[in-house]
């Protein structure tokens, strides 16, 4: 199996990658402490976290046309209301008052420009601000994952350095001609000049996605792409689809509920914005109050429930003993908005009991919101027990690690249905770019038999590591105390998951193991490939002790099992443990 140097992007050579090597322990920790030594090999990294080059890049030229110095930088989002919401979020957490200004960019409606753009409407909101304030704005970039993707900055930047995409003018301006009416991302206009200019025909030759299966996909089969994906999502599309034509209806008895319909699915940009606008929607449709987060969670999750509105009530255990201690709450009269949980959780692979989670909140009146991003529908399903489901697609369902994705699944049999479908409907931005939601589509095909395999593949791994003395501890739905719960959830024919983590016996171990392990090392997890990771380091560098009070060893290592055939895989492990014998402190 290839090893990557550090820094280089995984897979290797992908424009977009969505993980990047940091293959050796020293490594992990180096990119945690800013050294250089690691940070200037950086080609990429989690879109969340290390903001993409090709963003960066059209940023830069942003602050050089319409900066007022050196000094400032710019974010970029893909709205004017998006833009607006990171200020107000800046304004709340900052004690001083920052010079900032939005700059929107449109298409120049005075301009020919090629047809296809209608299907992607580009535009971006740029905040400009003093690069001394960075940390705060990302912040609110990481945590709500509202920024645009690389696949949209690179189109745009195109369009900005051929004098496209111009600063947005006032309504009064003479240069704006009336534009068409109708649904806002697939209207077709009343006509389209063209014209010879060179950068509208550089425009209409460009390869808009990468080849794959011997064959391009049209950008206007955006549409069909969205539906497809969306009744993937729904577990009613299994296998490949025309996207030339039409998707019949679809079956409204999916997912184990009544009543359930393709638009009751929302697409997003990324799995943590599906978790942000969640929160946001349900904070509008219903009296703002205090949510719960429950289990270890992941780390933007719980920051997200703490900075927007009035807070939350952290459960880090996720035990039985917290449910009795939250119906105590409960029945004294406290309330609040929302249940937050993974199904299965991250790192530790625990499940909490849905089941009387769900009587809980019938009775006590709040929304229950499950991330199945490691469960998968096909392994589980949770949507019965819950008011929405989220998901991240950049793992397990894309598989390829070169697309970002998230999901919104609404239960439609929910008490607070008709709330949020109607809060979804006046305040939910369709932002997904249309170039991602193609590659998400194609690579989620194979989907379904991609988890058959990764769950085999896992269940032999942890067998590996169950027998090896220098493990003290595996992390897996199949071999935790908490089984039972999810079992309950397991869907008929469904596996464990692709997902597990382990802790050694000593610290010299798990080091030894993992700079020994030839797997892909890197951040994410669902990737087609096995992925390593020392996962609380390169999570919660900076409160390694509060992790450890929850349960969670700073140690531990998370891997995200892959496609690899099954022996091969046996060997990578059994050579990586012959490491672990010799080690210790």
Same mark, same amino acid.
């Given at each position: 199996?290839?090893?990557?140097?550090?820094?280089?992007?995984?897979?290797?050579?992908?424009?977009?990658?969505?993980?990047?090597?940091?293959?050796?322990?020293?490594?992990?920790?180096?990119?945690?402490?800013?050294?250089?030594?690691?940070?200037?090999?950086?080609?990429?990294?989690?879109?969340?976290?290390?903001?993409?080059?090709?963003? +960066?890049?059209?940023?830069?030229?942003?602050?050089?046309?319409?900066?007022?110095? +050196?000094?400032?930088?710019?974010?970029?989002?893909?709205?004017?209301?998006?833009?607006?919401?990171?200020?107000?979020?800046?304004?709340?957490?900052?004690?001083?008052?920052?010079?900032?200004?939005?700059?929107?960019?449109?298409? &120049?409606?005075?301009?020919?420009?090629?047809?296809?753009?209608?299907?992607?409407?580009?535009?971006?909101?740029?905040?400009?601000?003093?690069?001394?304030?960075?940390?705060?704005?990302?912040?609110?970039?990481?945590?709500?994952?509202?920024?645009?993707?690389?696949?949209?900055?690179?189109?745009?930047?195109?369009?900005?350095?051929?004098?496209? @995409?111009?600063?947005?003018?006032?309504?009064?301006?003479?240069?704006?001609?009336?534009?068409?009416?109708?649904?806002?991302?697939?209207?077709?206009?009343?006509?389209?000049?063209?014209?010879?200019?060179?950068?509208?025909?550089?425009?209409?030759?460009?390869?808009?996605?990468?080849?794959?299966?011997?064959?391009?996909?049209?950008?206007?089969?955006?549409?069909?792409?969205?539906?497809?994906?969306?009744?993937?999502?729904?577990?009613? !599309?299994?296998?490949?689809?025309?996207?030339? #034509?039409? @998707?019949?209806?679809?079956?409204?008895?999916?997912?184990?509920?009544?009543?359930?319909?393709? &638009?009751?699915?929302?697409?997003?940009?990324?799995?943590?914005?599906?978790?942000?606008?969640?929160?946001?929607?349900?904070?509008?449709?219903?009296?703002?109050?205090?949510?719960?987060?429950?289990?270890?969670?992941?780390? /933007?999750?719980?920051?997200?429930?703490?900075?927007?509105?009035?807070? %939350?009530?952290?459960?880090?255990?996720?035990?039985?003993?917290?449910?009795?201690?939250?119906?105590?709450?409960?029945?004294?009269?406290?309330?609040?908005?929302?249940?937050? %949980?993974?199904?299965?959780?991250?790192?530790? =692979?625990?499940?909490?009991?849905?089941?009387?989670?769900?009587? =809980?909140? /019938?009775?006590?009146?709040?929304?229950?919101?499950?991330?199945?991003?490691?469960?998968?529908?096909?392994?589980?399903?949770? @949507?019965?027990?819950? /008011?929405?489901?989220?998901?991240?697609?950049?793992?397990?369902?894309?598989? /390829?690690?070169?697309?970002?994705?998230?999901? +919104?699944?609404?239960?439609?049999?929910?008490?607070?249905?008709?709330?949020?479908?109607?809060? !979804?409907?006046?305040?939910?931005?369709?932002?997904?770019?249309?170039?991602?939601?193609?590659?998400?589509?194609?690579?989620?095909?194979?989907?379904?038999?991609?988890?058959?395999?990764?769950?085999?593949?896992?269940?032999?791994?942890?067998?590996?590591?169950?027998?090896?003395?220098?493990?003290?501890?595996?992390?897996?739905?199949?071999?935790?105390?908490?089984?039972?719960?999810?079992?309950?959830?397991?869907?008929?024919?469904?596996?464990?998951?692709?997902?597990?983590? %382990?802790?050694?016996?000593?610290?010299?171990?798990?080091?030894?193991?993992?700079?020994?392990?030839?797997?892909?090392?890197?951040?994410?997890?669902?990737?087609?490939? #096995? @992925?390593?990771?020392?996962?609380?380091?390169?999570?919660?560098?900076?409160?390694?002790?509060?992790?450890?009070?929850?349960?969670? &060893?700073?140690?531990?290592?998370?891997?995200?099992?892959?496609?690899?055939?099954?022996?091969?895989?046996?060997?990578?492990?059994?050579?990586?443990?012959?490491?672990?014998?010799?080690?210790?402190?």
């Amino acid at each position: 199996m290839a090893m990557f140097d550090v820094g280089e992007s995984i897979p290797p050579d992908t424009a977009h990658a969505v993980s990047v090597s940091l293959p050796t322990w020293e490594a992990n920790v180096g990119y945690e402490e800013g050294e250089q030594w690691v940070m200037d090999k950086m080609t990429t990294g989690y879109p969340r976290f290390f903001i993409h080059q090709r963003i +960066i890049a059209f940023a830069n030229d942003i602050v050089v046309k319409f900066g007022k110095g +050196i000094n400032q930088r710019a974010m970029l989002f893909p709205t004017k209301k998006i833009a607006q919401r990171c200020l107000e979020f800046i304004q709340r957490r900052s004690a001083q008052k920052i010079d900032v200004e939005i700059i929107h960019l449109v298409l &120049d409606p005075t301009k020919n420009t090629p047809e296809v753009l209608q299907y992607v409407l580009p535009a971006v909101s740029a905040v400009l601000y003093p690069a001394d304030t960075h940390p705060f704005f990302k912040q609110y970039w990481q945590h709500s994952g509202d920024g645009v993707s690389s696949r949209r900055a690179e189109f745009c930047h195109g369009l900005f350095k051929d004098g496209l @995409l111009i600063q947005e003018q006032p309504p009064h301006s003479p240069r704006l001609k009336k534009m068409c009416r109708g649904p806002r991302r697939y209207q077709r206009p009343s006509s389209i000049d063209h014209t010879n200019g060179t950068a509208t025909e550089n425009l209409e030759s460009s390869q808009f996605l990468e080849e794959r299966y011997g064959r391009n996909l049209n950008i206007s089969l955006v549409e069909n792409a969205t539906s497809a994906v969306r009744r993937r999502i729904a577990g009613v !599309l299994t296998g490949d689809v025309d996207l030339t #034509t039409k @998707l019949p209806a679809m079956d409204s008895n999916a997912r184990g509920v009544s009543n359930f319909r393709e &638009d009751d699915i929302y697409l997003l940009p990324c799995g943590m914005n599906a978790i942000f606008q969640t929160h946001q929607i349900l904070l509008r449709a219903r009296e703002p109050r205090k949510s719960i987060s429950f289990g270890f969670p992941y780390v /933007d999750t719980l920051k997200i429930l703490e900075k927007w509105g009035p807070g %939350c009530l952290f459960y880090g255990h996720g035990a039985a003993e917290d449910l009795d201690e939250l119906e105590t709450r409960l029945k004294d009269g406290e309330n609040f908005l929302g249940f937050f %949980c993974e199904f299965p959780g991250n790192p530790m =692979l625990s499940c909490p009991d849905l089941q009387r989670i769900r009587k =809980l909140a /019938d009775a006590y009146d709040f929304a229950v919101v499950v991330d199945e991003t490691i469960g998968t529908f096909v392994n589980i399903n949770v @949507l019965p027990f819950a /008011d929405v489901v989220v998901s991240s697609l950049t793992k397990i369902f894309s598989g /390829d690690c070169n697309v970002m994705g998230g999901s +919104i699944v609404l239960n439609p049999n929910s008490r607070y249905y008709k709330t949020l479908k109607t809060t !979804l409907e006046t305040e939910f931005d369709d932002t997904y770019w249309a170039e991602d939601i193609l590659f998400m589509e194609r690579n989620s095909r194979d989907f379904i038999n991609r988890i058959d395999r990764v769950n085999a593949n896992a269940e032999a791994i942890c067998e590996v590591l169950l027998t090896h003395q220098s493990v003290s501890k595996i992390y897996y739905p199949k071999y935790n105390k908490d089984r039972p719960n999810y079992e309950a959830c397991k869907s008929p024919g469904g596996g464990y998951g692709g997902l597990l983590s %382990c802790v050694f016996k000593e610290k010299a171990q798990a080091i030894a193991f993992f700079d020994a392990i030839h797997t892909a090392k890197g951040p994410s997890l669902g990737t087609n490939f #096995t @992925l390593t990771s020392p996962y609380v380091i390169l999570a919660h560098y900076g409160e390694l002790e509060w992790a450890a009070s929850m349960g969670v &060893d700073p140690n531990l290592l998370r891997i995200s099992v892959g496609l690899e055939e099954t022996e091969q895989l046996k060997t990578i492990f059994l050579e990586a443990l012959k490491a672990t014998e010799g080690a210790s402190m």
